[in-house]
């Protein structure tokens, strides 16, 4: 039997700051000091075992899923999305509640649902102004949002989404930097010293959204009783959703994961779209090549065609391959011992694919760091060689969304404005919560329009 590496001691306080402050220096010294598969040895013995080997990807993502509990597996972030979140789900209860909301995220739900981001995109880019820098995260994280609260709530009007829109981007703000984002690491900190201190201030904005998707969770069920046809979105179909026995979901399970669809479908998204603004116009000519992709189409809201794009799908893929905005899958826990690659892997421990440095193997991405979006024209990647949106039963639910979205908002935006860059530095990721973002600094300036406002 082989021996994983050991690669240090995960309770040393230098070793944790190190990951969570610095995660692509962190990843990339282990992987090249230990390999593509390594541990780390926890607290009572337990390890938390790290691959980017493709080989034990395939055997970890093709193996029965029951020989993982992957929601206790991440259980820390229950202070987030509740204990009844998807994420946070094992067993029958993840594989029902996920084939529940499959239908919404893909086929012809997806086909329906572009003409409303295109709006809204056209909606929120109303106000960019010529020669005037903006900052491109938050524009992009309203697109997503607004995106998110239209799909899940069916909510179109400004004012009833404008609160909750709000209270959400509020509450992620509280670990919008590296060193805010230490207060999800370190249970230490998270203290109530009233409203105005940081784990306080959380608090109180979780209680107000709470309060507030409950009453809309009242609301909906007496709309539903009256007339069922009212069912038209992500909202309605967890009110009215049954188990095998008839019982239905409580309120609690409504709102969590209710809550875990709107983090998880407008956080990530909007980071992914801003980085993909940043490298369409740090290279010229990649702006070039994708204008003249995209200067013959028509209609920008027919979902094959824009999805027969192929440099605009290079060019997406490429974004989410050299800086993930998720750099690690979601951890596995083996419900009893467990062999990949030989390695035995013991019951209870931790096991965790780290999908950057599989984005940067050499012999997979030669010249790893170049963003080069010809690599996806020319060869085609296993899902056990390229993974943004994770993998297996875990694979990201609203993938298909996430790859949409960004395919329509970019097309819409540069079809309207010509944008520069503020300035011509190089960004680097820096940790947002438990998602790696471009900088808050990051800022881009509409040097014409070229379509006008309301186009």
């Known amino acids: 039997m082989k021996s994983i590496p050991v690669a240090g001691n995960n309770s040393s306080l230098i070793l944790n700051l190190h990951s969570i402050l610095r995660p692509l220096d962190f990843m990339e010294k282990y992987n090249k000091q230990y390999g593509d598969f390594y541990r780390f040895i926890e607290k009572k013995n337990l390890s938390i075992n790290i691959t980017s080997n493709p080989q034990a990807i395939r055997e970890i993502l093709t193996m029965d899923s ?23 789900l094992d067993g029958k209860d993840h594989k029902s509640r996920r084939r529940l909301l499959m239908p919404y995220f893909h086929g012809k739900f997806l086909e329906q649902c572009s003409q409303k981001i295109i709006s809204i995109t056209n909606q929120v880019s109303d106000r960019l102004e010529v020669n005037q820098p903006f900052a491109v995260r938050p524009l992009m994280q309203e697109i997503t949002l607004k995106v998110m609260l239209n799909l899940v709530f069916g909510i179109d009007s400004e004012q009833q989404c404008q609160r909750l829109s709000n209270l959400l981007v509020e509450l992620l703000e509280i670990f919008n930097s590296p060193f805010k984002s230490l207060l999800i690491f370190f249970p230490i900190l998270q203290k109530d010293w009233g409203k105005y201190s940081p784990w306080g201030n959380f608090l109180s904005l979780k209680a107000e959204i709470k309060k507030l998707i409950y009453q809309k969770i009242k609301e909906r069920q007496k709309l539903l009783i009256k007339e069922k046809s009212k069912c038209q979105d992500i909202f309605g179909l967890l009110i009215l959703a049954k188990d095998e026995n008839g019982a239905g979901m409580t309120d609690e399970e409504v709102h969590d994961e209710l809550i875990t669809l709107l983090f998880a479908g407008h956080e990530t998204t909007a980071s992914a779209l801003s980085w993909l603004f940043y490298w369409i116009h740090y290279h010229s ?17 027919d979902y094959q065609t824009i999805n027969n794009l192929s440099y605009l799908n290079a060019l997406i893929f490429e974004t989410l391959r050299i800086y993930p905005v998720v750099v690690g899958s979601f951890a596995r826990i083996p419900n009893q011992d467990t062999y990949i690659m030989g390695y035995k892997i013991n019951k209870n421990d931790y096991l965790s694919i780290s999908i950057y440095n599989l984005h940067h193997r050499e012999d997979l991405y030669p010249n790893s760091k170049q963003f080069k979006p010809e ?17 297996g039963n875990r694979r990201c639910l609203g993938s298909a969304l996430a790859l949409l979205e960004m395919k329509l908002v970019t097309v819409t935006i540069l079809k309207r404005f010509k944008l520069v860059l503020t300035n011509n530095h190089s960004l680097y990721p820096v940790r947002r919560g438990i998602t790696l973002s471009p900088p808050a600094s990051f800022r881009m300036t509409v040097k014409n329009c070229v379509l006008g406002k309301n186009s």
Do not use: C, Q
């Open 285 to 301: 000519e990649i702006e070039d090549k994708l204008r003249l992709e995209t200067s013959l189409l028509g209609n920008v809201s």
């Open 66 to 88: 029951d020989v993982f509990d992957s929601g206790k597996a991440n259980k820390s972030l229950s202070f987030l999305l509740g204990d009844n979140s998807l994420i946070l």
């Open 375 to 391: 690599r996806f024209l020319e060869t085609t990647y296993s899902p056990y060689e390229y993974l943004p949106f994770g993998g």
